[in-house]
Every structure is written in C-alpha cells, then in structure tokens.
C-alpha cells in the first residue's frame, strides 16, 4: 500500500529545532515523582499552534498521563484537530518512543504526524506516525 505521507514536505531542520525546544521546556515540568522521567511533548498543528504537554504521574500509578496525550488533549479542547508535528522530549539519555497508546491517540487525529524524539544525547529518530503504527485501526474501521 502507498505511504500518504511518502511525499510530504517535512518540516525543516531549525522547524524540529523548535520545537524539541518546547518539548524540553515542557518536560521540565513533569509530574514524576515515580518513574523521575521527564517527558515533554510540543504538537504543531496545520495552523502552527504549538501545544506543549508533560507527563504527570499519580499515586494510583495506572492514573498516570503520557506527556503526548496531555498537548494532545490541550489542542483539542482548545478546538484543534489537525497536527504536523510533534516532538517528544525526554530526561532519558536515549529518544524515549511513544508509547502504544499515545501512538493510538494521536492517529485518530493526524495518521501521517511527523514524528520526532530526541533524548537528552545520542541519536535522534524521526518517523511518520503511520511508520509507528502500521495496519492502524481508526475512525474508518467503525463505518
Ligand atoms: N511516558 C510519556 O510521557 N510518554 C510516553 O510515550 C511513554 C511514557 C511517561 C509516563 C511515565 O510518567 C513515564 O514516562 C514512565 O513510563
């Protein structure tokens, strides 16, 4: 199956830049007093919103919040819906991938969002978000 994404413009090097920078800005203020890992996440919509997210732990540990979910949530409340991009930052020396369920949460708004993780060194790794979670089950699957 073609890649809908395979032809797309991504976004450009000091765009990334950018936005890895909300995302450690927002990482500074995670709630994690369990795990001690700082996630942050900056999603840009179609528009070039930013909305920057943190993880936040609670004591009933399941209760917890993934920092993607949280800027996820913060847009769309706020009335957005379509995504580029999101940079996922983390106090973790390696990138620090979403997990599944992020992964899930944010294809049902934006299958093709242009990933980006980067840790506090090593590498940093780019996907799209469709590359992440193939063969995904979304909206269509319930028509
Ligand atoms: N975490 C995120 O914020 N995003 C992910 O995609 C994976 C995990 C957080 C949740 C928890 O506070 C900590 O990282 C350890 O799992």
């Known amino acids: 199956m073609p890649d809908p994404a395979a ?3 991504q976004p450009s090097p000091d765009a990334i830049q950018d936005l890895l920078r909300v995302a450690f800005a927002a990482a500074e203020l995670a709630h994690s007093p369990y795990s001690k890992i ?5 999603l ?14 609670n004591a009933s540990y ?3 919040l993934c920092a993607e ?9 706020a009335g957005v819906t379509r995504f580029e991009s999101i940079a996922i930052a983390s106090s ?8 599944g ?23 940093r790794f780019q996907a799209r978000l469709g590359g992440l979670l193939p063969h995904a089950f979304g909206p269509r699957d319930l028509d």
Request: aromatic share 6%; proline share 8%; glycine share 8%.
């Open 38 to 42: 700082k996630v942050g996440a900056a």
């Open 62 to 64: 399941s209760l917890t």
């Open 7 to 9: 032809n797309r413009p």
């Open 44 to 57: 840009m919509s179609t528009d070039g919103q930013v909305f920057a997210g943190c993880n936040v732990e």
């Open 69 to 77: 979910r949280v800027a996820a949530v913060k847009a769309i409340s």
């Open 92 to 99: 973790l020396d390696s990138p620090m991938m979403p997990c």
């Open 101 to 123: 369920a992020c992964r899930q949460f944010l294809t049902e708004f934006a299958p093709d969002l242009f990933v980006v993780v980067q840790g506090k060194s090593g590498p």
